[in-house]
């Protein structure tokens, strides 16, 4: 019978069993988180695959605009290029320099790729070079418009005869429709430049009027001569608020400017206190295991998924958009209930709240002044990217089209959301919008994506590393176009290297609450009171 192992030490005492060999792993003064390694395991193949799906469904909707609606009102169109092309044609009429005139006429053209919109642009061109430049701009259009009717020219005779495939006669293609009827506004445009509104009938006026809003009622003081006589006031009205515009946007360059240059002093300080090792880090890592905290994503970007389920069936069931706009925006505020998974799981609030840095870290004044300072040092990394993006975009512009040829249409960029809700939503879609940027994102973003996923992350790798996984995430769920993520991405990154520094989220939140209610603000200023 082999030996038994001696159970005692030397003074006969019974010594304790020995320690599992996972705890030994424990670094120490580190803990682990609760959860298990299983559980981690499915949690992030979770994570991975709905944030697939999402980003997934949202690259394909960029590109997937619903076909016009014949019976549409005002005619079809970019909702940015308008909003500019206003807003640049009130600078210019502000100035006497035809040099300016000119510049801002070019940059308008070089943006309108609708049908629709280089009419729009003629009644820019009729503003600030002149009559002749905008008959000549009706008349490219007409032209365009005239080849994109066009049958496509082929050798196979059966490409000619209709498919099985294709609308049955009897219901005209809704895109064609709307082509047509912008087709024959161009006509009424190009009367009205040779030959002026008075041999317009007023259904024509009417309808120019109401099809192209502000451009229509500005295109009826104008004439082959000149404007209108007796039109002076209303025109002057539609072109009010030029110098308005002038004065804001100088404001709000200069106010960049100077955050701009304080951001960079202040970067650069913290860049050489990292470096010096003089740059006290709060935030304690776990020790590596557990999974409650990256369960959290993964029901977090479930229940996100879920929302846009459920927002696509309010559209089905026959909902009118901005209805089911606004109570897709209301029930975002449901998701709030996700930060209550922890507690679920039965971690103690108490925990939980130290976890993912829900506390007041050195108190609250100091933690709010660190993410005001923090913000102002991510402001010229922030404005770096958006430069870089800008870049990237327009070298991908020039591959299309020396790739297309020049007779391709340009690609029409997708119109982006946050103008279209400020632009024509109601005041309750208005203020839902706002609450959920100054306040749901810095809240929920932050809690999920920098306490909860950035802590996981930290366990294993490090702070870096781990700013750079949560950023990914983070910027992949905005529903921009991939080319576009840069600046989310650079966010991200800035508001984890926070958290390493603070520990607490006060400061994250803080800075993420400027940036949104800064950008909002100039946002709807511009939009809402200047482009009206």
Not at 13 to 33: E, I, K, Y
Not at 361 to 370: D, M, P, Q
Request: proline fraction near 9%; charge should be negative; glycine fraction near 8%.
């Amino acid at each position: 019978m082999p030996d038994q192992p001696d159970m005692t030490d030397q003074t006969g005492q019974p010594t304790p069993p020995p320690a599992d060999p996972a705890d030994t792993l424990v670094p120490p003064g580190r803990t682990r988180d609760p959860g298990s390694r299983p559980a981690a395991l499915l949690a992030i193949t979770a994570l991975v695959a709905l944030f697939a799906a999402v980003f997934t469904i949202q690259q394909l909707s960029l590109g997937a605009e619903p076909p016009p609606d014949p019976e549409q009102i005002e005619a079809p169109g970019d909702l940015q290029f308008a909003i500019a092309a206003r807003l640049l044609t009130r600078i210019a009429a502000a100035s006497d320099e035809d040099q300016i005139r000119k510049m801002i006429a070019a940059e308008v053209q070089e943006t309108a790729f609708e049908p629709a919109d280089k009419l729009r642009l003629a009644v820019v061109n009729a503003e600030l070079l002149g009559p002749d430049a905008a008959l000549e701009q009706v008349n490219n259009a007409i032209d365009d418009i005239d080849k994109q009717r066009a049958p496509p020219e082929t050798d196979d005779p059966a490409a000619e005869s209709p498919s099985s495939d294709e609308p049955d006669a009897d219901e005209p293609d809704p895109a064609a429709v709307s082509l047509a009827q912008v087709r024959a506004d161009a006509e009424v445009l190009r009367t009205l430049y040779a030959e002026g509104p008075g041999q317009l009938t007023d259904a024509e006026r009417d309808a120019l009027a109401t099809r192209y809003g502000w451009f229509g009622r500005l295109a009826l003081t104008q004439s082959p001569d000149g404007s209108v006589p007796g039109t002076e006031s209303e025109r002057d009205q539609l072109l009010a608020g030029g110098f308005a515009a002038i004065y804001l946007l100088l404001g709000v360059g200069l106010l960049m400017l100077m955050v701009f240059i304080t951001g960079c002093v202040l970067l650069a300080i913290a860049i050489v206190k990292a470096a010096s090792g003089t740059l006290q880090r709060g935030f304690d890592p776990p020790a590596p295991g557990g999974s409650v905290y990256v369960e959290l994503p993964a029901i977090f970007v479930g229940a996100f998924l879920l929302l846009q389920a459920l927002s696509i069936l309010i559209v089905a069931l026959g909902v009118p958009p901005e209805s089911a706009e606004t109570a897709g925006l209301a029930l975002q505020w449901s998701m709030v209930l996700v930060l209550l998974y922890p507690v679920l799981r039965g971690v103690p609030f108490s925990r939980v709240r130290k976890d993912l840095g829900l506390t007041t870290g050195a108190g609250v004044i100091k933690e709010v002044g660190a993410g005001i300072l923090a913000y102002l040092a991510t402001f010229p990394l922030l404005v770096s990217a958006a430069i870089a993006t800008f870049v990237l975009i327009a070298i991908k512009t020039a591959i299309q089209q020396q790739l297309a040829g020049p007779d391709a249409q340009p690609e029409v960029p997708a119109n982006n959301p946050l103008f279209e809700i400020i632009t024509g939503s109601s005041p309750l879609t208005l203020a839902l919008l706002v609450t959920l940027a100054v306040f749901w994102a810095p809240l929920m973003e932050e809690t999920v994506f920098r306490g909860g996923l950035f802590r996981h992350m930290r366990s294993r790798v490090a702070w870096p590393i781990a700013a750079v996984g949560t950023a990914l995430v983070f910027a992949g769920l905005h529903g921009y176009a991939a080319i576009q993520l840069l600046p989310i991405l650079t966010l991200g990154f800035c508001f984890a290297a926070m958290r390493e520094w603070r520990g607490s989220l006060i400061a994250p939140m803080t800075a993420h609450f400027i940036h949104n209610a800064s950008v909002l603000a100039i946002v709807i200023i511009l939009v809402r009171v200047l482009a009206a």
